[in-house]
T-cell receptor, first 114, second 112 residues
Framework: NAGVTQTPKFQVLKTGQSMTLQCAQD?????MSWYRQDPGMGLRLIHY???????DQGEVPNGYNVSRSTTEDFPLRLLSAAPSQTSVYFC?????????????FGSGTRLTVV | EDQVTQSPEALRLQEGESSSLNCSYT??????LFWYRQDPGKGPEFLFT???AGEEKEKERLKATLTKKESFLHITAPKPEDSATYLC?????????????FGTGTRLQVTL
């Protein structure tokens, strides 16, 4: 049981490049979400999904796209990277959106945009 | 707007020296308050969920308590392996499904 797997662990992009951060979970969780973590700020919600085919915006969605074609996968796409997107990105999942047991987080992707 | 403030930002304890971390929150209606532990280079790891004032939960050397305005994470006789950043988050009733509002964390270092 791998939990939540994020790839890559590290990435350096040039301004304007695009890329996809991968997130996969093997717990059959319906709810998945993406957060970013920046120094001096709490984790902030980017996008979330309550099931396959259903996604919605979180607190800081600009510059990011998501899709959810399967229960297992929830990729995050950066359309045109900007230095302000330099951050650590975490994917999280749970049985439902309103979980009693918290979320299971991946180990993160550290992204640097130069 | 939901807000979470954690204090202190950093705390250094000697092994065996008990202390408490504070999480103050404002939320339109509290569905749950969560505590997580985060080790360097890792994702947050779930510790506790608290739902109503007066509730307490324990796990090994950690005990979390909740009032209407704040939560405390009490650490009794800490060990070096308790060193980590402890995050507090709240989830509001209704609103964006399951959005958690996080504080910035308390970085705890326990020395021998």
């Amino acid at each position: 049981n791998a939990g939540v797997t994020q790839t890559p662990k590290f990435q350096v992009l040039k301004t304007g490049q695009s890329m996809t951060l991968q997130c996969a979970q093997d717990m059959n969780h319906e709810y998945m979400s993406w957060y970013r973590q920046d120094p001096g700020m709490g984790l902030r919600l980017i996008h979330y999904s309550v099931g396959a085919g259903i996604t919605d915006q979180g607190e800081v969605p600009n510059g990011y796209n998501v899709s959810r074609s399967t229960t297992e996968d929830f990729p995050l796409r950066l359309l045109s990277a900007a230095p302000s997107q330099t951050s650590v990105y975490f994917c999280a999942s749970s049985w439902t959106g309103h979980t009693n047991y918290g979320y299971t987080f991946g180990s993160g992707t550290r992204l640097t945009v130069v | 707007e939901d807000q979470v403030t954690q204090s202190p930002e950093a705390l250094r304890l000697q092994e065996g020296e008990s202390s408490s971390l504070n999480c103050s929150y404002t939320v339109s209606g509290l569905r749950g308050l969560f505590w997580y532990r985060q080790d360097p280079g890792k994702g947050p790891e779930f510790l506790f969920t608290l739902y109503s004032a007066g509730e307490e939960k324990e796990k090994e050397r950690l005990k979390a308590t909740l009032t209407k305005k704040e939560s405390f994470l009490h650490i009794t006789a800490p060990k070096p392996e308790d060193s980590a950043t402890y995050l507090c988050a709240v989830q509001a009733v209704g609103g964006t499904a399951s959005k958690l509002t996080f504080g910035t964390g308390t970085r705890l270092q326990v020395t021998l």
